[in-house]
């Protein structure tokens, strides 16, 4: 027997049961040899006969090297391919990745097998077609998930990422995935922009062709939030009015900037902030903050300071808080101050105000 030809002799001495490394060379032979464009009709019911004896091996290696052989065949015998899909999954997966006989019926009854290795090479499989992603999303559990969006082939629609986004929006790992794919709609870049880290925001506008102004908006936001970090160090009044001072001398104390700051709690940063956009005395600014009676005067500061309308909510929610839990900056973390002005402005509606759904997701964006 040569490197090329199968023969009775093969079947012989499979059925004699010899050592693992026979086996193994028969099994990496077999494939190639099925699959070869020379193969007469003899010789590929030979080769199936060899399958079939070989799908049963005890040995788990040779059953692997089996199914790494066979994963490039076509139109192979049924039950050959039932055996190989049932089977461990050491020696299933490379067999279910990439065998292409395999119909969306074939591919969701695997995919509601209890294995998630073989649900795994199910959702690596070149080519998927979106029916399947889809299934997998709603199906199958966060890590296959995230195999499938690595899947650079796999078909995966608009309305299927949406689903994602709305079933991950806390993982980590699920953002990341996505932010490495090479085409997402801009919908979904829209929506995770505002809650990825910084470095991941730099590589989405390097990987990805992003219009012009959700790029520029990511980047602003990048800066505004390294600034806030670099105020969050200083603790005296006169380092806090400098820093201000250099942004708004540069044209870059933005009024997004201005409410993010009050929204994480940085409230000596918001007050310089109004001095200078408002020209108003950091003592007169103070005491219309602070007082309870005198709403309409912060409206009016804020008017002065060239704030946004829609961000009115978003900082009289800050402010609330702030005289509620009376903030100390050294105690309080950021995140949770966050998340209650968050909270607020859900609930937001003082003098029969209403915001819309785009306002609130505005404000929501500019806090996280």
Request: glycine content about 2%; aromatic content about 6%; charged content about 30%.
């Amino acid at each position: 027997m040569n490197n090329s030809e199968l023969n009775k002799q093969d079947v012989k001495n499979l059925a004699k049961k010899p050592r693992l490394e026979a086996k193994s060379v028969v099994a990496q032979k077999v494939g190639a040899y099925y699959n070869g464009r020379t193969i007469t009709p003899n010789g590929k019911k030979l080769a199936e006969d060899i399958f079939r004896i070989m799908v049963r091996d005890v040995e788990v290696k040779v059953r692997q090297i089996l199914s790494d052989s066979l994963k490039n065949c076509r139109k192979l015998p049924q039950d050959v391919v039932d055996a190989v899909i049932h089977d461990v999954d050491s020696v299933a997966a490379p067999f279910l990745q990439y065998y292409t006989d395999l119909s969306n019926e074939d591919l969701i009854k695997i995919l509601n097998m209890p294995s998630i290795n073989k649900q795994k090479a199910v959702a690596g499989r070149p080519n998927l077609p979106n029916e399947i992603s889809e299934y997998i999303v709603e199906k199958c559990p966060e890590e296959v998930v995230g195999v499938l969006i690595s899947n650079e082939t796999a078909e995966i629609h608009e309305k299927t990422f949406a689903t994602i986004l709305d079933k991950y929006q806390q993982s980590k790992d699920i953002q990341k995935r996505l932010v490495y794919r090479t085409e997402l709609p801009t919908s979904v870049i829209e929506k995770i922009a505002n809650s990825l880290s910084e470095e991941l925001k730099k590589r989405l506008i390097l990987s990805h062709n992003l219009p012009a102004d959700l790029a520029s908006d990511i980047i602003e936001e990048v800066k505004e939030k390294t600034t806030l970090r670099i105020s969050e160090e200083y603790s005296s009044d006169k380092q806090i009015e400098e820093l201000v001072h250099q942004l708004y001398a540069s044209n870059r104390l933005t009024p997004s900037l201005v409410v993010r700051s009050i929204c994480l709690g940085d409230l000596k940063f918001f007050e310089y902030a109004l001095v200078y956009l408002s020209n108003t005395p950091i003592l007169e600014v103070r005491k219309i903050l602070f007082n309870n009676s005198l709403d309409f005067m912060i409206r009016n500061l804020l008017r002065k300071a060239y704030i946004p309308k829609t961000m009115f909510p978003a900082v009289f929610s800050a402010l609330k808080i702030i005289r509620e839990i009376k903030f100390d900056c050294s105690r309080t973390d950021r995140k949770t101050f966050a998340h209650k002005v968050i909270e607020r402005i859900l609930s937001y509606s003082p003098n029969n105000e209403e915001l819309s759904e785009e306002d609130i997701r505005y404000l929501v964006s500019k806090i996280s």
